[in-house]
Nanobody, 129 residues
Framework: QLQLVESGGGLVQPGGSLRLSCAAS????????LGWVRQGPGKEREVVSC????????KGKDSVKGRFTVSRDNAKNMVYLQMTSLKPEDTDVYYC??????????????????????WGQGTQVTVSS
């Protein structure tokens, strides 16, 4: 089993920045691709960014490219989402998610919300003046 705990959410003004953190624990954490997923009331879950198990591949939705950066520190079992130039439409609950792909896919991560097996409890991000 894998446990994921997010932190770092809060209230920020438009144009501001936040850094979300996710602490992962459990056997074989470093074998998992990790993603950041957001969901607001009445909205579908959206994977905004992901990083492969190796850390060499990152992906982001077009809506956050150039503003959000995902990274991971396998030595600390942490994954981060640095968010800049935040907009009111970025207001959502943000979840950390994980998926173990075959060992031949250490460079892969996916932006489909159906791809993830483990989820954290989420952290609220509110962008408002």
């Amino acid at each position: 089993q894998l446990q994921l705990v997010e932190s770092g959410g809060g209230l920020v003004q438009p144009g501001g920045s936040l850094r979300l953190s996710c602490a992962a624990s459990g056997f074989g954490v470093n074998y998992y691709a990790l993603g950041w997923v957001r969901q607001g009331p009445g909205k579908e879950r959206e994977v905004v960014s992901c990083v492969s198990s190796s850390g060499d591949t990152t992906k982001g939705k077009d809506s956050v490219k150039g503003r959000f950066t995902v990274s991971r520190d396998n030595a600390k079992n942490m994954v981060y989402l640095q968010m800049t130039s935040l907009k009111p439409e970025d207001t959502d609950v943000y979840y950390c998610a994980a998926r173990r792909y075959p060992d031949t896919l250490t460079e892969y991560c996916g932006l489909g919300n159906w791809e993830y097996d483990y989820w954290g409890q989420g952290t609220q991000v509110t962008v408002s003046s």
